[in-house]
């Protein structure tokens, strides 16, 4: 479906305002001032996604959440390896950063980091549209993005021909960014649009 400027402009400020709730739950978790700012939404035909992630055999901490309700989907969070491993240490307050492939705490760290990020963010989107809209518990891939794309598209469900993507940054903690993306179900993202009024 084609999506709008005044549409995306909507769904900019809804993931503003789930951004603004994302960084005072970090916050909270982090012990330090974390700001969320949200520069980017755009939506692209779903055949596009593996060329806008990008390198599909670059290791991505990769986060992802079953949207479920009356507009389901998938939500996945990719975190470089990198920013994975500076948000890991500055949860755990350490000077050397923890292995992301084996370190268990490492990995459920992460796993809360990401519920946090999704999470503020379907919650705003609920509150706008007025459709509920409840995540599943997360699932963290470290891996190839290109793999862990491939197990995400695998699952089964009818995926909407349009994703939306957020590019999301912190401060407060130095070089940590982020991709959100929402694969909606077939018609999910029709009837959040309408839903929204836009």
Known sequence: MEITQFQLDALREIGNIGSGHAATALSTLLQRRIEMSVPRVWAVPFEQVS???????????????????????????FFPIESAEIVVQALFGMDEPLDLYTNEMAQSALKEVGNILVSSFLISLSQ?????????????????IGASLDA????????????????????????????????PDDGSLKKLLGAIGV
């Not at 990008?54 to 290791?59: E, N, R, S, V």
């Not at 509920?132 to 470290?142: D, E, F």
């Not at 999301?168 to 959100?180: A, E, N, R, V």
């Open 128 to 144: 706008f549209s007025g459709i509920p809209l409840q995540p599943s518990v997360p699932a963290l891939a470290v891996d190839m």
């Open 51 to 77: 060329v806008i992630v990008g390198q599909l055999d670059t290791p991505q901490a990769t986060i992802y959440v079953k949207v479920e309700g009356e507009a389901p989907g998938k939500a996945v969070f």
């Open 152 to 183: 995400i598209f695998l699952e089964e469900g009818l995926l909407d021909d349009t994703v939306l993507f957020i590019d999301t940054q912190l401060s407060g903690i130095p070089k940590i960014k982020g991709q959100f993306i929402f694969l």
